[in-house]
């Protein structure tokens, strides 16, 4: 049977981080010059991890498909970062960010690796200041914070609502520094399409030129994730338009486990869906909710006088709203975490209080905070957000409350890594939202960009040094190899079937398709039939991609339609994971709510004894069932309870 090693070090939980520190192998300066290591994403995760690398003295290959690093999805991130710093003495502490997370988490993440997380929380912050990161400050110059939803405390650093990319140049700059020095060499428009193993180690990978469509291939003595997440199986997402989960299919069909699949989020404040033509949706940052308050209208003629346009929101009284969240939730109120705040607003909409012309929106409405701070406050916080939602929406949200509705986000599933952030192959590590990462089964906000920059500037760097330190009397191998070649050619025959196919269907129009089976069946709200259903549908969506999909244009030059097409093929290997796996957890925790499994006010029941474990999914092979491995959560520093935001 296989067992799961995490690889979690001995001790007290505060000390296991400096432990492991203090006793891994390390690799001298002079050794590191002759060790590539293969980046792959220039996100905040693979910018600063390739950035550390290079410092370090590693020889570095950094790959994107953008074309500048700057262009990586994390630019979107926009109300902040976590960290432990406890500027405003409101009881803040490294402790404290640890339970808040693993609580939020609703108890299925690993202990050790949260609080190595909420340990490194505040150098991130020290090291993007260090780079010139334009934090927003207070009237005394010290840096500000803000507060986000499953914490009782402001511990959320932010740049206006531009906080991903100002991180993000900043990861640049330390980059382009390196890039400069020669320790990096930048690999711009280039596609991973496979990871090549050799004697059971990952040695390099085989990518796309995007530009020239010339398949190529690279070595590594150890290989790098950092593509992001895979929200965009759902086609309708706040994720950029080439987010995607290639890689970690690749790498899954190759042997690493693909964690906790059906651990995917759902954010309670975006834009609703206005038009069957839509390709993006927009989020509304959390931090809005810091000064917005939630409300759906108390009666239902209401409710309905205002989707039918015969009443405005502004028409209605104090009395006659109903600030749901503050109502159900009295000691969090409107920063209640994602999955509450999301759930909370379905079952209003479901219940039929929603408003929109669809019914399927409710509000977030300034009007308090103009009054109390003054519209030029309200504009200093949140000013480019305003205006964006006013560009989108044709609406003055200073004079009329936001309409939101929950989307898809971000995915806490992915390749599964123990704690030194490698996968089940040795060799081969991943870092940022492509892993699957420390948020257990909903992550709070403002604690994505804290781990992709924690495992890049911070984790990484030491962890990968224990694998290396073995690899350095192992000279460059050379890409003729046969395990190079025939990994080539595999990706070459599987990009000549696909152009052979020249079928009726766009590539999009079957994304779509996957996207409705995956809202309506693996959405907010799955149950046993529900999960059956997507299933035999996406088997179906599967047959129909591969017999009857059109791509224009050829193979060996630049084809947007290509590369969706094989991005699109993986994401349908994804919606099946994520479905086989929320069958298979009959519980519901975080995100993941099973209506069968829910307690009598609505909430997310767990069952500990049968659940409180990963799953890791194994490949075995096209058209087989993958296997369920389970590594088992342990819980010996925090007792788990059901997660309460009431009281
Ligand atoms: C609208 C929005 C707002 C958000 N706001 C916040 C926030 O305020 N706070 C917070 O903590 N989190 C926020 N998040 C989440 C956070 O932005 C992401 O989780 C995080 O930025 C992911 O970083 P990453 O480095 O792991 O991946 P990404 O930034 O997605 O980078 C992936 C990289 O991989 C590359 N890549 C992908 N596939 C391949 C391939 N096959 N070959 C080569 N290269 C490849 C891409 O080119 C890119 O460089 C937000 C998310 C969204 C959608």
Known sequence: MTTINSKIPQGPLSEKWSYYKSHQKLVNPANKRRLDVIVVG????????????????????????????????????????????????????????????????????????????????????????????????EYGGLLDNRSFGGAQVSRTFYAKGQTGQQLLLGAYSALSRQVNQGNVKMYTRYEMLDVVVIEGRARGIIARNLVTGKVERFFGHAVVIGTGGYGNAFFLSTNAMGSNGSAAVQVYKKGAYFANPCFAQIHPTCIPVHGEFQSKLTLMSE??????????????????????????????????????????????????????????????????????????????????????L?????????????????????????????????????????????????????????????????????????????????????????????????????????TDLPEFAEAEKAMEDKIKKLMSIK??????SLHKELGLVMWDFVGMGRTKESLETAMKRIKEIKKEFWSNVRIPGEADSMNPELEKALRVADFIEIGYLMAIDAYNREESCGGHFREEYQTEDGEALRFDDKYSYVSCWKYKGEDQEPELLKEPLDYEFIARQQRNYKA
């Open 287 to 372: 931090s809005l909710r810091n000064d917005g308050r939630i409300w759906v209208p108390k009666k239902k003629e209401d409710a309905e006088a205002i989707r039918t346009g015969k009443k405005k929101p502004t028409d209605l009284s104090e009395e006659d709203r109903d600030y749901y969240l503050e109502r159900r939730y009295p000691a969090f109120g409107n920063l209640v975490p994602r999955d509450v705040a999301s759930r909370a607003a379905k079952e209003r909409c479901d219940a039929g209080f929603g408003v929109g012309a669809s019914g399927l929106a409710v509000y977030l409405d300034f009007s308090d905070a103009i009054n109390r």
């Open 374 to 478: 003054g519209q030029a406050t309200v504009e200093e916080r949140y000013g480019n957000l305003f205006q964006m939602y006013e560009k989108i929406v044709d609406d003055n949200p200073y004079k009329t409350p936001m309409m939101i509705y929950p989307a898809i986000h971000y995915t806490m599933g992915g390749i599964w890594v123990d704690y030194e952030l490698q996968t089940s192959i040795q060799g081969l590590f991943s870092i940022g939202e492509a892993n699957f990462s420390d948020h257990g089964a909903n992550r709070l906000g403002a604690s994505a960009l804290m781990q992709g920059l924690a495992d890049g500037y911070f984790v990484l760097p030491y962890t990968i040094q224990n694998y290396l330190a073995d690899q350095i009397r192992v000279p460059r191998m050379s």
């Open 503 to 508: 079928g009726k269907r766009s590539v999009d």
């Open 42 to 137: 220039t996100g905040l995760a693979g910018a600063s991890a390739a950035a550390s690398l290079g410092e370090l003295g590693f020889n570095v290959l950094n790959f994107c498909i953008q074309d500048s690093p700057r262009r990586a999805h994390s630019i979107a991130a926009q109300g902040g970062i976590n960290a432990a710093k406890n500027y405003q003495n409101d009881g803040d502490s490294v402790y404290r960010l640890f339970y808040d997370t693993i609580k939020g988490g609703d108890y299925r993440a690993r202990e050790a690796n949260v609080h190595r997380l909420a340990e490194v929380s505040n150098s991130i912050i020290d090291q993007c200041v260090a780079q010139g990161v334009p934090f927003a400050r």
